[in-house]
């Protein structure tokens, strides 16, 4: 007997993740299971960059936003080893690459904060290139406007405290 080839698999894996996605979004366990499996596909050498690989983008995707953080890590590992570790090479590719349309209502910006901050050398310190690029404090800034403008500055920056938010006493 000969098992499905790599095409029917794709399929079945595709069919699995709209399944599982749209009919059992609460079930973290049958959720848990399906991305350990998506996990292990983007792990294996041999289906690297295969259509199986291409057609399982949008459950990677899912990987990442997962909200069990021990398979999240696991997407991040293949997530952060699949590219350079430069800054520059990292955000063309969150900027120009990634297609992030998957993540449909979910904040992708979480993931790509992640990914540029891996990319950080922990021993070097941060430095600015020269203080003239620094910018005024915005207290400084309010300091040296113009009367009229700080009134209303003053007018528009105080919050009006709804019946709900105060507490009673």
Known sequence: ??????KEKSILLAK???????????????NGQFLEMVNFVYRDEALKG?????KLEPAFLAGLRCV??????????????SMRKRLHDRLLYV????????????FWIKQCIE???????PISTLQNC?????????TGVIAMADPADRAAFTQLATVKEEPSDVESE
Request: glycine share 2%.
């Open 68 to 81: 069990q953080p021990h398979i999240r890590a696991k997407f991040f590992e293949v997530f952060d080893a």
């Open 130 to 138: 020269s203080p003239t690029s620094l910018l005024p404090p915005v």
């Open 1 to 6: 007997n000969q098992g499905p080839n790599l």
């Open 95 to 106: 900027v120009c690459s990634q297609n992030w349309e998957a993540m449909g209502p979910h």
């Open 50 to 54: 295969s259509e199986l690989t291409s």
């Open 115 to 121: 990914l540029m901050l891996s990319s950080a050398c």
């Open 16 to 30: 699995m993740m709209q399944y599982v996605e749209k009919r059992f979004p609460d079930d973290l366990e049958l």
